[in-house]
């Protein structure tokens, strides 16, 4: 048997929170093949298998905590499952597939198995929607969700661990279960950080609003030509990701960060963007925006998104980040106040596009409007420098000409 353990996954980093077994009990899995995800402080990480073989003996579960270098399974070597031939003169031609006894039953994953022990079901009772019909925690989850009757109840009392209390067996109105979970390691180091934001900084927040109509006139203009030739869809972000970066320019106490007694200027512009993805929000980092353009800052958030949904970011796709943009909008977020991600000194917030009647020339015009939010630390930042930095975001978004004649 070949112990699998927890890999070093960075230089501060000593624990890690199992996130999914990507394979169960008796599996088998190809030679560098992921067999768990495993969620750090920044970000989530994939084991793959140092042989082939079939997975043995997992001791750690899905949201169990392991330090590196714990043995989280065991696998055993071995070489993929061969298809067994027809014997001669039967006349069946089908190729039969020899089966392990595990992958001949319901398979069920152990995070699954252990919690209908806990609420008393058998997997008969549950429908699974893993691949091959694998049972997954989330199936026994929607199974007790669902009314039942008494005639499909299971007979076996639930036995409730200390993360549930239940008050009534009838499912009726007197029902009541709570459910308790650990912190995700990631939503633990999201946790720290803000409240280190608001216990270190002297955080404010400016408003503005703008006027999005030539932004939304200008894609819609380009918006088929720019994606034929570029592969991407040119959305709003590389907009406000530029006008950042010109902000930033005219205004670079906005990218500093204090560091001890001294401010650190920045004369590059590394933007992180908020992400919702799989295990909640994170912000990868896009390196200097400044030498970008719209098509490789569309590109490249594409790029994160899509590895945020998938957990696969890595913990250098996080790190650093001179600035932050945060988009509550695409949420239906109408005005928020972000919180800075220390230890830089300002994020910029997006919010929704509303239509509403706006005075133009001394007349009433409709015009699609977003507000939008500069929190910063006022330790650095004075108020003049975070009005007029978000008064030249409104300025360039509302004639993004400006972007390409660098006026």
Same mark, same amino acid.
């Given at each position: 048997?070949l112990?699998?353990?927890v890999p +070093? #996954? *960075?230089?501060?980093i000593? $624990?890690v929170?199992? *996130?999914q077994?990507l394979? *169960?009990?008796?599996d088998?899995?190809?030679r560098?093949?992921?067999?768990?995800?495993l969620?750090t402080?920044?970000a989530s !990480?994939?084991v793959p298998a140092?042989?082939?073989?079939?997975?043995r003996?997992?001791?750690?579960q899905?949201e169990?905590f392991a330090a590196?270098?714990d043995v989280?399974?065991?696998?055993?070597?071995? =070489?993929a499952?061969k298809?067994?031939t027809?014997q001669?003169g039967?006349g069946?031609?089908t190729?039969?597939?020899?089966k392990?006894?595990a $992958?001949?039953?319901v398979?069920?994953?152990?995070?699954a198995?252990?919690?209908?022990?806990?609420r008393?079901l058998s997997?008969?009772?549950v429908t699974?929607?893993?691949?091959?019909?694998?049972?997954?925690?989330e199936?026994?989850?929607?199974?007790?969700s669902?009314?039942?009757?008494?005639?499909s109840?299971?007979?076996?009392?639930?036995?409730?661990q200390?993360?549930?209390l239940?008050?009534?067996?009838? @499912?009726?109105?007197?029902?009541?279960?709570?459910?308790v979970?650990?912190? +995700?390691m990631i939503?633990r180091?999201i946790?720290?950080r803000l #409240?280190?934001a608001?216990?270190?900084?002297a955080?404010?927040?400016?408003?503005?609003e703008?006027?999005?109509q030539?932004?939304?006139?200008?894609?819609?203009?380009?918006?088929?030509?720019?994606?034929?030739?570029?592969?991407?869809?040119? &959305?709003?972000?590389?907009?406000?990701?530029?006008?950042?970066?010109e902000?930033?320019r005219r205004?670079?106490?906005?990218n500093?960060?204090?560091r001890?007694?001294n401010?650190?200027?920045?004369h590059?512009?590394?933007i992180?963007?908020?992400?919702g993805?799989?295990?909640?929000l #994170?912000v990868?980092?896009?390196r200097?925006?400044e030498s970008m353009?719209?098509?490789?800052v569309?590109r490249?958030?594409? =790029?994160y998104a899509?590895?945020?949904?998938d957990?696969r970011?890595?913990?250098e796709?996080?790190? &650093? *980040?001179?600035?932050?943009i945060?988009?509550?909008g695409v949420y239906?977020s109408m005005?928020?106040?972000?919180i !800075?991600n220390?230890?830089?000194s300002?994020?910029?917030?997006?919010?929704?596009i509303q239509?509403?009647?706006?005075a133009?020339?001394g007349?009433? #015009?409709?015009?699609?409007?977003?507000y939008?939010a500069?929190t910063?630390?006022?330790?650095?930042?004075d @108020?003049r420098?975070a009005?007029?930095?978000?008064?030249?975001i409104?300025?360039v978004c509302e004639d993004?000409a400006?972007l390409f004649l660098?006026v």
């Amino acid at each position: 048997m070949l112990e699998v353990k927890v890999p +070093s #996954v *960075g230089e501060s980093i000593q $624990e890690v929170q199992i *996130g999914q077994w990507l394979k *169960g009990e008796g599996d088998w899995v190809a030679r560098d093949d992921n067999i768990v995800d495993l969620e750090t402080e920044k970000a989530s !990480v994939q084991v793959p298998a140092p042989e082939s073989g079939y997975v043995r003996n997992i001791r750690i579960q899905a949201e169990e905590f392991a330090a590196v270098g714990d043995v989280i399974c065991e696998l055993e070597p071995a =070489d993929a499952p061969k298809e067994s031939t027809p014997q001669s003169g039967n006349g069946d031609s089908t190729t039969a597939v020899s089966k392990t006894p595990a $992958e001949d039953s319901v398979r069920v994953m152990p995070a699954a198995q252990r919690l209908m022990e806990e609420r008393g079901l058998s997997s008969d009772q549950v429908t699974g929607s893993g691949p091959g019909g694998r049972i997954l925690k989330e199936d026994i989850l929607a199974a007790t969700s669902k009314p039942t009757t008494a005639a499909s109840k299971p007979k076996t009392t639930p036995v409730l661990q200390s993360a549930e209390l239940s008050v009534g067996d009838d @499912g009726g109105a007197g029902s009541r279960v709570e459910e308790v979970k650990p912190l +995700s390691m990631i939503r633990r180091t999201i946790a720290a950080r803000l #409240v280190e934001a608001q216990q270190t900084a002297a955080l404010l927040t400016t408003f503005n609003e703008v006027n999005m109509q030539p932004i939304m006139q200008l894609r819609k203009k380009y918006r088929d030509a720019f994606q034929q030739r570029h592969g991407v869809k040119l &959305g709003f972000m590389s907009f406000f990701a530029k006008a950042s970066v010109e902000a930033l320019r005219r205004f670079p106490t906005v990218n500093a960060e204090i560091r001890g007694n001294n401010i650190i200027y920045r004369h590059y512009n590394d933007i992180g963007i908020a992400i919702g993805g799989g295990k909640g929000l #994170v912000v990868p980092v896009l390196r200097n925006v400044e030498s970008m353009t719209f098509a490789q800052v569309e590109r490249t958030i594409g =790029d994160y998104a899509a590895k945020a949904m998938d957990n696969r970011l890595m913990p250098e796709d996080l790190q &650093g *980040g001179t600035f932050t943009i945060s988009n509550g909008g695409v949420y239906g977020s109408m005005l928020s106040t972000p919180i !800075v991600n220390p230890p830089q000194s300002a994020i910029l917030g997006l919010h929704a596009i509303q239509e509403r009647p706006m005075a133009v020339d001394g007349q009433v #015009v409709v015009l699609p409007m977003m507000y939008i939010a500069l929190t910063y630390d006022h330790r650095v930042i004075d @108020g003049r420098e975070a009005v007029s930095f978000l008064k030249t975001i409104k300025e360039v978004c509302e004639d993004p000409a400006r972007l390409f004649l660098e006026v």
